[in-house]
């Protein structure tokens, strides 16, 4: 098999003097090699000192986001060769707190996450005693579907010009979700989300780049299910209704 | 809005941002609506009190795109000093 040797520029962030450098390691790739199995290999054979996070390595976790060559990208899903590049520089996403080398804080991000109720909220006698099954129609999973396949990676916040200019921004992932419970038909939160995105710095905050959709490795579309959901937030607003034909047209 | 992240902003906690936003999304969609309508009323010549009607809506509109441009210019100011 065809090996080529690829130099990896790493951008390295070091806590303990504060200051950014950048290490350079000669990998050998091959047409299968992505990003993360030369970071392992660096690791591994060269430089031990080198911090990167990762767990699945099949873009299942979203943990190895990062920035390879200027774009926010899984570094387990690109593959080294496809950068069509013999120098390729990799950096930690800078839209979240840098804690060492290539690992970002993520504690913001999962509050923003968690502050949108991500879950099927159910508030009445249902939840304690229930007596029937939450059967979903075909047509009513199709219409959260797309916006149920988020990793929570993190690349579209980084990729967000609006959160990398205003950290109180609740950012594109957190957004997106709210729209993606809201949309579910076992769901009765709607109203406490609208409520609690119905802000400057919550739904409002989006000025439409569309940075998210282009960089989700998932093909979750963060751009669209914020726009959907101010058309829901607006009829909340004036009207006090929210959206109960919550299936797609067969 | 006491469980939302970040929300020292009084701004924000103070006034329901879908009322400030469907002014400036009216104001958006409208002013270049009116201006369109006026350069059509132009040969016009019996209608000049339509004609006021519509400078003024466009001037209200316009005026009010600017105000609520500062407040956002001012609200990305106040977040770009506490980053």
């Given at each position: 098999m065809v090996t080529n040797e690829i130099k990896l520029n790493v951008k390295r962030y070091l806590p303990e003097t504060g200051e950014m450098k950048e290490s350079q390691y000669v990998v050998k790739a091959n047409k299968y090699t992505t990003v993360l199995d030369a970071l392992i290999n660096v690791k591994e054979a060269q430089d031990s000192t080198l911090?990167?996070?990762?767990?699945?390595?099949?873009?299942?976790?979203?943990?190895?986001?990062?920035?390879?060559?200027?774009?926010?990208?899984?570094?387990?899903?690109?593959?080294?060769?496809?950068?069509?590049?013999?120098?390729?520089?990799?950096?930690?996403?800078?839209?979240?707190?840098?804690?060492k080398d290539l690992v970002?804080?993520?504690?913001?991000?999962?509050?923003?996450?968690?502050?949108?109720?991500?879950?099927?909220?159910?508030?009445n006698e249902e939840k304690f005693n229930p007596e029937s099954q939450y059967i979903q129609q075909r047509s009513e999973l199709d219409y959260y579907?797309?916006?149920?396949?988020c990793i929570k990676c993190g690349l579209c916040v980084d990729a967000c010009p609006v959160s990398n200019t205003n950290p109180r921004f609740l950012g594109p992932q957190a957004l997106s979700q709210a729209y993606r419970y809201n949309s579910d038909s076992r769901d009765?939160?709607?109203?406490?989300?609208?409520?609690?995105?119905?802000?400057?710095?919550?739904?409002?905050?989006?000025?439409?780049?569309?940075?998210?959709?282009?960089?989700?490795?998932?093909?979750?579309?963060?751009?669209?299910?914020?726009?959907?959901?101010?058309?829901?937030v607006m009829k909340f607003s004036f009207t006090g209704k929210v959206n109960?034909?919550?299936s797609v047209k067969v | 809005m006491g469980n939302w992240v970040h929300s020292n902003a009084s701004l924000v906690v103070a006034v329901k941002a879908s009322r400030v936003m469907?002014?400036?999304?009216?104001?958006?969609?409208?002013?270049?609506?009116?201006?369109?309508?006026?350069?059509?009323?132009?040969?016009?010549h019996g209608i000049?009190?339509?004609?006021?009607?519509?400078?003024?809506?466009?001037?209200?509109?316009?005026?009010m795109y600017g105000a609520i441009g500062v407040k956002d210019i001012y609200m990305k100011g106040e977040n770009k000093s506490g980053n």
């Open positions: 911090s990167i996070r990762y767990s699945c390595r099949m873009g299942i976790c979203g943990s190895c986001g990062m920035v390879i060559n200027g774009r926010p990208m899984l570094a387990c899903q690109t593959h080294l060769l496809s950068l069509s590049k013999e120098e390729i520089s990799v950096g930690p996403m800078e839209g979240h707190p840098i804690l970002v804080d993520m504690t913001e991000f999962f509050d923003k996450h968690r502050s949108v109720m991500p879950w099927l909220y159910v508030d579907l797309p916006f149920s396949y009765h939160g709607e109203r406490t989300r609208l409520e609690k995105v119905d802000a400057f710095d919550g739904v409002w905050g989006c000025e439409y780049a569309g940075a998210c959709s282009e960089v989700c490795p998932k093909g979750v579309d963060p751009a669209l299910a914020i726009q959907l959901l101010k058309l829901d109960d034909r919550k | 469907v002014l400036e999304y009216i104001a958006m969609m409208g002013v270049p609506f009116l201006l369109l309508v006026s350069v059509i009323l132009v040969p016009f000049q009190y339509v004609k006021y009607v519509v400078m003024a809506l466009i001037g209200i509109g316009a005026i």
